[in-house]
C-alpha cells in the first residue's frame, strides 16, 4: 500500500474523534482555571501533550511559579523524547526541518499507529496522520472552553470533575488487567496522601510535589515491579 497524504489522514481519524472529547475536557478545565478562550485554544495550538497541558493549567490554578510548571510539564512529556528516538528508526530519511515537523506531532497514539506499520514511513503520510488528529484537538479544545463560558457558574465548576472521571477511566481498566499498573496507581496514591498531609511535606508546594512524586513513582515502579510479556 503507498502511503500518502490522504491515507495518512484517513488513518488519523479515530484519534481525531478521541481527542476531541479528551480536549473538551481541557478547554473547560482552562476556562474553570480563568484562564482566557484565546489562550486555551493557543496552548492547544501550539502543544498536543494532553496529560503536560491538564497539569500545567492545573498548576496555573494554583499560582505555581514558571519553574514548577515548567520541569512538571519536562517531567510528564519526556516519554515523547524516547519515542521520537524509537520512531527515527521508521521514517524514512528525510531533511531535518521535516523530521521536526514530525516531532511536533507526535503523541502516544500517532507513535502507536506509525511504528506498527510493516513498512517505512515518509514525510506525506506521517503529516496526514498528524494534521487530523490535530485539527481534532483544537476543535475539541474550542468547543469545551466555548461551551464553559457560557455555563452558569455552578454548572462550570461542577463540570471540572469530567476530567477525574476521565482519568479514572483510563486508569482502572489497566490496572485490572495488569498488576503493574496497579502497584504503579498504589504507589503514586501513596505518595501523593504523604505530600499532602505529612508535615513539612504538605507546606511544599503542589507543582514540586507532582514533580517529586513522578519521579520516585516513576523509579520505584522501574526497580519493583517487572512486566510479563505476553506471549503472541
Same mark, same amino acid.
Given at each position: ?6 491515507? #495518512?489522514?484517513?488513518?488519523? *481519524?479515530?484519534?481525531? =474523534? #478521541? ?10 478545565? %482552562? ?5 482566557? *478562550? ?12 494532553? /496529560? ?8 496555573? #490554578? ?6 514548577? *510548571?515548567?520541569? %512538571? ?8 523524547? =524516547? ?45 496526514g496522520l498528524i494534521v487530523t488528529p490535530y485539527i481534532g484537538w483544537a476543535m475539541g479544545t474550542t468547543l469545551g472552553a ?10 462550570? /465548576?461542577? $463540570? ?5 472521571? $476521565? ?14 499498573? &496497579?502497584?504503579? =496507581?498504589?504507589? /503514586?496514591?501513596? =505518595? ?5 498531609? %505529612?508535615?513539612? &511535606? ?19 515502579? /522501574? ?10
Amino acid at each position: 500500500m503507498k502511503l500518502t497524504f490522504f491515507s #495518512g489522514l484517513c488513518d488519523g *481519524i479515530p484519534i481525531c =474523534l #478521541g481527542y476531541i472529547v479528551v480536549s473538551m475536557s481541557f478547554g473547560m478545565l %482552562a476556562v474553570a482555571q480563568n484562564i482566557p *478562550i484565546s489562550i486555551a485554544i493557543a496552548l492547544s495550538m501550539t502543544n498536543m501533550t494532553s /496529560a503536560g497541558q491538564f497539569a500545567a493549567v492545573n498548576l496555573a #490554578g494554583t499560582f505555581a511559579s514558571y519553574a514548577e *510548571i515548567g520541569v %512538571a510539564t519536562l517531567v510528564i512529556n519526556i516519554r515523547y523524547a =524516547l519515542m521520537s528516538l524509537v520512531l527515527s528508526q521508521k521514517i524514512e530519511k528525510m531533511p531535518f526541518f521535516k523530521r521536526m515537523i514530525i516531532a511536533f506531532g507526535i503523541t502516544d497514539e500517532i507513535f502507536t499507529l506509525a511504528s506498527t506499520r510493516s513498512e517505512k514511513v515518509n514525510f506525506r503520510y506521517m503529516s496526514g496522520l498528524i494534521v487530523t488528529p490535530y485539527i481534532g484537538w483544537a476543535m475539541g479544545t474550542t468547543l469545551g472552553a466555548t461551551i464553559n463560558s457560557l455555563l452558569p457558574k455552578a454548572i462550570a /465548576a461542577a $463540570m471540572g470533575i469530567t476530567l477525574y472521571g $476521565m482519568f479514572i477511566a483510563i486508569v482502572m481498566p489497566a490496572a485490572k488487567e495488569e498488576k503493574a499498573v &496497579l502497584i504503579t =496507581l498504589i504507589i /503514586a496514591m501513596f =505518595l501523593s496522601c504523604v505530600f499532602r498531609y %505529612a508535615p513539612y &511535606l504538605s507546606q511544599l508546594s503542589s507543582g514540586w510535589a507532582v514533580i517529586i512524586v513522578t519521579l520516585v513513582t516513576a523509579a520505584l515502579a /522501574a526497580t519493583m515491579v517487572q512486566i510479563k510479556e505476553k506471549n503472541a
